[in-house]
């Protein structure tokens, strides 16, 4: 949400808004421009603070992008403060105190577009696309890439590069003159579900669904949503057409089995909400798989299909859409607990076991060693899922560069409460989901064991076709060099995928490869 460059000596000037931003000697902080941010910059005795956020829904989106509080007393200050603490969508604050020349960095618990931090010396960078950080030769953290190459979940303040840190949901960044300290916030309890009582939850179901999609202001002729075809993207295209029209779609179509009941399940959902659709062949925008150092930087986390994700964004931005909804989220909303897990199922789907099987087979001992410690930096649970907020993580740099804003709605920490607590028939199966979908598109859109689109077939076929250029450009290995990974071990992971075109060995590829090339990057 903001870019800055603060040096701690420039905070006993008096800061102005100029030009966009915050400008206090010879520092600068930059707010994201984008008709659905605003930003409130107050200045009172000795400090200030200024906050980018998300708007509230007003009927419109609004013009005035930027309000300046300027010479306000204790009292006003702190109503003030305290109401941008509170504010229900997604922020990023960052408050000064000029005596001591003390900062502190507040984030959101949206997490929607997280932001990275960065503290040498006395100077502070602050950016929300973590490629920002590769201006200079960085040392990897051992640790984070072992359990990444491990395919361990991890959302933590830590990150790969040592030193450069992203501000997970509610926490804070304290910084003074000699000394830096990060704060995770409280932890949320866990959800339990509800006593069974009979009550149909389809209606509490669409109510908090509507609440959620009508929180922000609606951007009319601006708005566009991700349809793959799934219930999830269904569920929050129908959400938005309930009360809105002008709305279009776009969508990834699949090759294999699976692409002609995607095309038909898009296409009822497409004529039945009246959407304007447009599509990209995944086969026209394959995932990149090339080692060499790329046109721009890579940040810590990346889409895997970005290029088919970049034309459709593209697409959106020539027509003059810059609000994206998305899906995310939805595979949070429906856990099951503990006891109604089978044996079978409590340990997670086979092809992840086999993937995480793959890719320690890939690990030196030392760093199967790492990644089998129990890492004690994990940020505390939280609100939105996990997942989530990594999702957003990965996807929201780049959404911005293509002039977008991403609205999750299926994230939101209220609707994610309300489903969990749900009784476990209405959680079961997506239950409550799907009876809504058949409600607004019909039974035919998802009948229980309709074929679901999956991207699994994407990457083993084209992983195989350019195995001879991935295997040549292997023969220099950062990820070996650092001592974490076996490369005569890592070409044999993609003999095997030439061999079998294997989904499980090919995700686990796919992970090494985008770790290799942070490895490389890192090295200057």
């Known amino acids: 949400m903001i870019k800055a460059q603060i040096a701690l000596s420039d905070l006993s000037f008096d800061p102005a808004w100029v030009d966009g931003g915050v400008s206090v000697g010879a520092s600068h902080l930059r707010p994201h421009a984008h008709p659905m941010l605003e930003s409130l910059f107050v200045r009172g005795a000795g400090r200030w603070f200024v906050v980018v956020r998300e708007r509230q829904a007003t009927g419109r989106v609004a013009t005035d992008a930027v309000n300046v509080v300027d010479g306000v007393d204790d009292a006003a200050f702190h109503e003030l403060y305290q109401a941008s603490l509170l504010w229900p969508l997604d922020y990023l604050m960052v408050e000064v105190a000029q005596a001591g020349q003390r900062v502190r960095v507040r984030a959101g618990l949206l997490g929607s577009v997280p932001v990275y931090a960065r503290v040498l010396d006395d100077r502070i960078t602050l950016s929300w696309d973590a490629a920002d950080f590769a201006d200079r030769p960085a040392f990897i953290d051992l640790e984070i890439a072992s359990h990444q190459l491990a395919l361990h979940t991890m959302y933590a303040a830590r990150q790969l590069y040592t030193g450069v840190v992203?501000?997970?949901?509610?926490?804070?960044?304290?910084?003074?003159?000699?000394?830096?300290?990060?704060?995770?916030?409280?932890?949320?309890?866990?959800?339990?579900?509800?006593?069974?009582?009979?009550?149909?939850?389809?209606?509490?179901?669409?109510?908090?669904?509507?609440?959620?999609?009508?929180?922000?202001?609606?951007?009319?002729?601006?708005?566009?949503?991700?349809?793959?075809?799934?219930?999830?993207?269904?569920?929050?295209?129908?959400?938005?057409?309930?009360?809105?029209?002008?709305?279009?779609?776009?969508?990834?179509?699949?090759?294999?089995?699976?692409?002609?009941?995607?095309?038909?399940?898009?296409?009822?959902?497409?004529?039945?909400?009246?959407?304007?659709?447009?599509?990209?062949?995944?086969?026209?925008?394959?995932p990149g798989l090339d080692l060499r150092p790329p046109p721009e930087p890579y940040g810590f986390s990346r889409e895997f299909y970005l290029e088919a994700c970049s034309a459709l964004w593209t697409t959106a931005r020539?027509?003059?859409?810059?609000?994206?909804?998305?899906?995310?989220?939805?595979?949070?909303?429906?856990?099951?607990?503990?006891?109604?897990?089978?044996?079978?199922?409590?340990?997670?789907?086979?092809?992840?076991?086999?993937?995480?099987?793959?890719?320690?087979?890939?690990?030196?001992?030392?760093?199967?060693?790492?990644?089998?410690?129990?890492?004690?930096?994990?940020?505390?649970?939280?609100?939105?899922?996990?997942?989530?907020?990594?999702?957003?993580?990965c996807r929201a740099p780049d959404l911005l560069k293509h002039g977008q804003w991403p609205v999750n709605p299926l994230s939101d920490p209220h609707l994610a409460a309300f489903c969990h607590r749900l009784p476990k028939r209405s959680r079961e199966g997506r239950e409550v989901m799907r009876r809504y979908l058949d409600m607004h598109l019909g039974p035919d859109v998802f009948p229980k064991g309709y074929m679901?689109?999956?991207?699994?077939?994407?990457?083993?076929?084209?992983?195989?076709?350019?195995?001879?250029?991935?295997?040549?450009?292997?023969?220099?290995?950062?990820?070996?060099?650092?001592?974490?990974?076996?490369?005569?071990?890592?070409?044999?992971?993609?003999?095997?995928?030439?061999?079998t075109r294997a989904h499980p060995a090919t995700s686990a590829f796919a992970s090494f490869l985008w770790l290799e090339r942070c490895a490389r990057q890192a090295s200057g």
Request: with cysteine.
């Open 166 to 286: 992203m501000l997970t949901e509610r926490a804070s960044m304290h910084v003074e003159p000699g000394r830096a300290r990060f704060r995770y916030p409280d932890a949320v309890a866990a959800a339990e579900p509800a006593a069974d009582d009979g009550e149909d939850t389809l209606a509490r179901f669409a109510d908090a669904l509507q609440r959620v999609v009508s929180m922000r202001p609606w951007a009319d002729g601006r708005t566009s949503l991700e349809l793959s075809g799934g219930m999830d993207s269904a569920t929050v295209a129908t959400a938005l057409t309930r009360r809105h029209a002008n709305i279009d779609s776009k969508g990834i179509l699949l090759q294999g089995a699976v692409r002609a009941p995607q095309v038909t399940r898009r296409t009822l959902i497409v004529e039945r909400l009246g959407l304007a659709d447009r599509t990209v062949d995944i086969d026209d925008y394959p």
């Open 452 to 499: 679901k689109e999956t991207f699994a077939d994407v990457l083993p076929p084209l992983v195989a076709k350019h195995a001879k250029a991935i295997a040549t450009q292997l023969r220099d290995c950062a990820l070996a060099d650092l001592g974490l990974v076996d490369r005569d071990a890592a070409i044999a992971l993609l003999d095997t995928i030439v061999q």
């Open 318 to 393: 020539e027509r003059g859409r810059d609000v994206l909804f998305t899906g995310i989220g939805g595979d949070e909303l429906f856990p099951a607990y503990v006891g109604e897990l089978s044996e079978r199922t409590a340990n997670g789907p086979v092809w992840a076991r086999d993937a995480r099987s793959y890719a320690e087979g890939l690990m030196t001992p030392r760093a199967l060693g790492a990644a089998r410690s129990r890492p004690m930096f994990d940020a505390p649970a939280s609100p939105v899922p996990v997942t989530s907020l990594l999702a957003h993580a």
